[in-house]
């Protein structure tokens, strides 16, 4: 049985929270198991390489979003519908069971196991509680717990802490710091993801009333300065720094000299109230070739292996790796169990990221509704192409 990924955390997770489990399957399965582990550029283009040499007939795969919808495009992954069923996917975290929702196309379930590095996968939302302090701006995580945490609450303090702490008459301090790579990522946070389904069919989304609300919004703040691309201040000059899990955890061990914590993302006034939707840059999990004999029973490794039952008291030790105070951990704990998974990057399922680009030009430049109007009959007939629609 080979385990085809990416990532040193499978390894990583066996060595420190499963010592000799690894062995133990081996003996269980009658069967030699190996974690094989590829750059994740030439994952998807590896595993299909064993898929038409038929070396793949024991295999699991370990991917993220563009892997997978690379191979699942082009019909080499298994559904798994004939032989796991919603028993089987509610007995998952509640964070595998949106990666799950996400991987499912045409009506096939394809996501099977416990990904321990799933935590990794999304944004929270870090901010400087030196700043806070300093400055005595209101907390977001007090306004979250009081259910004012909001894009007016958000707005109104990234507005607060941008400003000259020097008195040498320039901006030294802002509200938001983040990649230009990541721009449109608030567009979610205002219940604007890039597709939605209607009657069965997947229809382009950033074009709606609540996306170009949000790009208007975004191009509003970066205009006033209040939000910046994140190489013109370090993370210590500004309220708000997104990061992802495995980078917090990161720097939960060595920061950058001030003290952070975490809040969800705040949501825009096109939300819905009861779906806290946040952006995620990846969503991964492992499943099965086309061509897997047993697949049930690769199944069942995976599960040894990566007990579901298991991933809350991992989720929980990695959660505290990564938060600095008890607040922090409150918040991550229920944004892991409560945010649903979005992913803005949707050129591996497309083949093109022409609408991706419409929308940092109009947070960078504005004019959003021509911009993503010119585009969206474009990327319309691609879905449809995809879909079968």
Known sequence: INITTWSARLVRYLD?????????AEQRFNANIEILQFPGGELAGTNMSRLMAGDSTHDIWNMENPQFWN???????LPTNDFLGEEYYAGLHPLHQQMAARWAFQGNNYYVGSAPAAYTAPWLLTYN????????????FELWQAGEWNWESWERLIRQATRDTTGDGEIDQVGFRLGSHSLPHMLPTNGAP???????????????????????????????????????????????????????????????????????????????????????????????????????????????????????????RQIQNMVLDRNSYEAVQWAYNNMLVHVVTLGAWIGNSEYYEAAVEAIHEGGAASLMGAVAPSTQALLDDVFGQ
Do not use: C
């Open 16 to 24: 420190e929270v499963a010592p000799g489990r690894l062995q133990e």
């Open 129 to 140: 509680k030196d700043i806070v302090e300093a400055d005595g701006l209101d907390d977001p």
């Open 194 to 316: 890039v597709v939605v389904e209607e009657n069965g069919r997947m229809v382009f989304n950033w074009n709606s009333e609540a996306a170009i609300y949000a790009l208007n919004k975004s191009h509003e703040w970066r205009s006033a300065g209040w939000w910046v691309d994140d190489g013109d201040v370090t993370t210590d000059q500004a309220l708000f720094t997104p990061r992802q899990g495995w980078s917090i955890e990161n720097d939960a061990i060595d920061y950058d000299g001030y003290t952070y914590a975490l809040v969800p993302y705040p949501q825009g006034p096109h939300a819905d109230p009861d779906r806290h939707m946040t952006s995620w840059w990846a969503e991964l999990g492992f499943a099965l070739p086309a061509n897997a004999e047993r697949p049930a029973d690769l199944v069942e490794v995976i599960d040894f292996l990566f007990p579901a039952e298991e991933f809350d008291g991992y989720l929980d």
């Open 71 to 77: 191979l699942a495009l082009q019909g080499a992954l």
